[in-house]
């Protein structure tokens, strides 16, 4: 199983970008996905979610700006859409997928590889 992100970079205070996580390999389902940031010197926080039902909750510092969605072509994709940027959404950004792996019964955790965001002021 492999998680694929992608769409960091360097953006201005309010700003916009749109990170993308791509899941694949031998998934029978998918639970959650979510984003998570890290910034320099600071624990890994989660940032957005999504269910296999849709539902999606924020952190409270980026309700409002950030949206969670999954690409209606294929489920195993979800994107993150940050609007409004701000210096402190600097961060490597992670996608993490909770799965169930074919011929599993117990779901486990995946995680891509970080995606930088900065935000200049």
């Known amino acids: 199983v492999q998680l694929q992100a992608s769409g960091g970079g360097l953006v201005q205070a309010g700003g916009s970008l749109r990170l993308s996580c791509a899941a694949s390999g031998s998934i029978s389902s998918i639970n959650v996905m979510g984003w998570y940031r890290q910034a320099p010197g600071k624990q890994r926080e989660r940032v957005a979610a999504i269910t296999s039902g849709s539902t999606t909750n924020y952190a409270d510092s980026v309700a409002g700006r950030f949206t969670i969605s999954r690409d209606n072509a294929n489920k195993n994709t979800v994107y993150l859409q940050m609007n409004s940027l701000k210096p402190e959404d600097t961060a490597v950004y992670y996608c993490?997928?909770?799965?169930?792996?074919?011929?599993?019964?117990?779901?486990?955790?995946?995680w891509g590889q970080g995606t930088q965001v900065t935000v200049s002021s």
């Open positions: 993490n997928g909770d799965l169930f792996v074919r011929g599993s019964h117990v779901p486990y955790q995946y």
